[in-house]
């Protein structure tokens, strides 16, 4: 890994230790400083080494998780819209290669959800989701974009919802459904 991966991971680490419920936009802030100048990020984080065959929605590489704290490397292919889902704790997201187009989402009163907002993120920018957030990410052209998500729990062993990309159907995320429920880009 690389020193400035380092570095960010022991500062987020230290924030959430010191007060969790505060520690979101000082995350933020913290990876925003490293994506800022998306260039050096390029050159320091290591391209993930795919598996064969590349899966659908992309690639994930966890580069350090306990109770308090995941940070993960996410690269997106681009022509995919991944399907909704959430991440039932706070996240910021920054961006150092390419776009990150977000459809966000929320509940309706009945069943199912509704969407209510979109953003794209591109190189050296930096976004938060809440806890009760819902969102869909694309690649907003035709490269990989590259992102550091930080997690501000354990994304590995909560559960979680996916939701149908077409009826928004609800149901336990698992990496075969979401896979599955990836489409082409319309």
Not at 26 to 42: G, N, Q, Y
Not at 81 to 91: F, I, L, N, T
Not at 125 to 139: D, F, K, N, V
């Amino acid at each position: 890994m690389s020193q400035s991966l380092d570095k960010l991971i022991a500062e987020c680490r230290s924030l959430v230790a010191h007060d969790k419920s505060e520690a979101l936009p000082a995350i933020l802030a913290a990876v925003e400083r490293f994506v800022a100048d998306s260039t050096v990020a390029v050159d320091e984080v290591p391209v993930l080494n795919p598996p064969d065959p590349i899966p659908v929605g992309g690639l994930e590489e966890v580069l350090f998780e306990d109770t308090n704290l995941s940070v993960v490397l996410v690269d997106t292919p681009p022509g995919v819209a991944q399907p909704p889902h959430d991440h039932r704790m706070p996240v910021a997201i920054g961006v150092y290669q390419g776009i990150e187009d977000h459809r966000l989402y929320r509940r309706r009163a009945s069943e199912g959800l509704e969407l209510h907002d979109g953003l794209s993120v591109g190189p050296g920018q930096a976004i938060s989701l809440a806890t009760e957030a819902i969102h869909a990410i694309a690649a907003g052209d035709q490269n990989w974009c590259r992102g550091i998500h930080v997690y501000l729990g354990p994304i590995s062993t909560i559960d979680r919802s996916i939701f149908h990309p077409e009826t928004f159907a609800e149901e336990r995320l698992t990496l075969a459904r979401y896979e599955q429920w990836c489409r082409p880009l319309s």
